[in-house]
């Protein structure tokens, strides 16, 4: 979903949010510290393979998932980081890694870390490594409706 294709979605829903142009960066930490926005407000989507069927986890910049953790939660009995070959074909118009956190747009099933909800805004990656959108947190989850989840922990 390209970044424009994003912002039609969030604006069609009447939702409030900023854009952040930031220089071009690839890891959840790097991009914390190029859009100035503190690493738990940051939100890191990680591609999943529950069980076989692919999903997203999304949890803090600042912390990572714990496949047990959410293998455990979810009562599944397996729980993998895809490959990239696994799910580059269920983001089209989206930079590898740069996935925005609204896996229905994708066909896919949302599971959002509980620290994660704890946040009044959360910022994500807009489909490129180059800008951010921050809304606040009560409006992805009215958009999304994500199972919320204790699965992540710090790095």
Avoid: W
Avoid at 4 to 11: G, N
Avoid at 133 to 150: G, H, K, M, S, W
């Amino acid at each position: 979903m390209p970044v424009k294709q994003l912002k039609d979605f969030l604006d069609s829903r009447n939702v409030k949010y900023v854009t952040i142009a930031h220089s071009r960066a690839y890891t959840a930490q790097e991009i914390a510290a190029s859009a100035h926005v503190p690493g738990k407000e940051l939100a890191k989507v990680v591609v999943v393979k529950v069980d076989g069927r692919m999903a997203l986890a999304v949890c803090p910049a600042s912390e990572r998932v714990d496949l047990s953790r959410l293998a455990k939660a979810l009562g599944a009995v397996k729980v993998d980081v895809a490959s990239e070959g696994d799910f580059i074909e269920f983001f089209p118009g989206c930079e590898l890694g740069a996935m925005p956190p609204f896996g229905h747009l994708y066909g896919l099933e949302t599971f959002a870390s509980k620290h994660l909800a704890a946040d009044e805004s959360i910022a994500f990656n807009a489909g490129s490594h180059t800008e951010l959108i921050r809304l606040a947190y009560r409006d992805f989850a009215r958009l999304e409706n994500p199972t919320v989840l204790d699965f992540s922990g710090s790095s």
